[in-house]
């Protein structure tokens, strides 16, 4: 009768002497017909038989011993790069020498406004050979207003005319220094406390001109106690341009009522404080006339000998 060996697929029925025990009581186990010489680490990977020619991967070509060539940081002591001494004196830095300069304040900053007020008259006279010549006179005032960026005074400025004909009169109480600079020059000093507009300097002059640019004619009617004023202003031919910006100013004398004064012709504004008529007019085109027209009551009749103006 024949005995079937029972299912072992790890060999444990081997032999006794296959089995080596250590007296420490641990057990090694040498598989069955190996041998020291083809013996492998149980860390290495198997060999690939030469045989086999399913190898996707190309593992028949490895090496036996894949990890002998590769070698991590680890593996390799930590080494650090040998750091640069610092100097111990900074680098020479070429430095430009600026020469001293000494430091001075700057002027004050001054504003300086101006304004004029002037009144012309002139009288046409012929002369003996025919020809038509005017002696015109100007009479004016210089107004000034200073804003200077000290806070504690204004600084002083100069004036001067270009016309040597001129004859100039500073007002002294803000001349500078108590002098002039010369004949046509002078120093005007303008306190802190004076805010608007001061009068510094008045001038006239007188001088014959041969061609003016207007001609003007007045006319005065007087009628018991009424009176009628009319003005004609015409600008000459022989100007090169229109006259433009035309102003028309009559004062009234005493004589005449201003409560009854009526314009006529021209858009006039009458001013009660200073006693006058002003008209104007934006342009006046060359050798046209301009005419303007105001009535009013005198306070009591006129006499015949009575000569009433309006200047």
């Known amino acids: ?55 996707p991967f190309g593992i028949a070509t490895l090496s036996q011993t894949p990890n002998a060539g590769i070698r991590s940081a680890s593996d390799d002591p930590p080494t650090r790069r040998p750091r640069e001494d610092s ?95 010369n004949n046509n020059a002078f120093a005007v000093h303008i306190p802190k406390p004076e805010l608007g507009y001061v009068p510094v300097a008045h001038y006239s002059l007188t001088k014959e001109v041969q061609h003016l640019p207007v001609l003007l004619e007045r006319k005065v009617t007087v009628q018991d106690t009424s009176c009628r004023l009319a003005v004609q202003v015409r600008s000459k031919l022989t100007n090169s341009g229109d006259i433009e910006d035309l102003t028309i100013v009559v004062a009234v004398p005493e004589r005449v009522n201003g409560d009854s004064i009526e314009i006529s012709r021209g858009e006039g504004v009458w001013d009660e404080l200073k006693r006058t008529i002003q008209w104007k007019l934006k342009a006046l085109e060359t050798g046209q006339s301009f005419m303007v027209s105001a009535h009013a009551k005198l306070w009591k009749p006129a006499q015949e000998d009575d000569d009433i103006r309006f200047p």
């Open 87 to 181: 100097p111990s004196t900074p680098p020479e830095v070429n430095r430009v020498t600026r020469p001293s300069v000494p430091v001075t304040a700057l002027p004050p900053k001054l504003v300086l406004k101006l304004t004029m007020y002037e009144e012309v008259s002139s009288q046409a006279r012929i002369e003996a050979d025919g020809t038509l010549s005017s002696n015109a006179a100007i009479e004016g005032s210089v107004y000034a207003q200073v804003q200077c960026s000290d806070g504690r005074k204004n600084a002083p400025f100069a004036m001067a005319t270009v016309d040597p004909d001129f004859s100039v009169r500073p007002n002294q109480k803000f001349l500078w220094n108590d002098a002039t600079m």
């Open 1 to 55: 009768m024949s005995t079937q060996k029972a299912f072992d697929p790890f060999d444990l029925s081997a032999s006794q002497e296959d089995w080596d025990t250590s007296r420490s009581g641990s057990v090694n186990i040498t598989p069955r017909n190996a041998s020291s010489t083809n013996a492998h680490d149980v860390n290495s990977n198997p060999s690939m038989d030469s045989n086999d020619s399913f190898d």
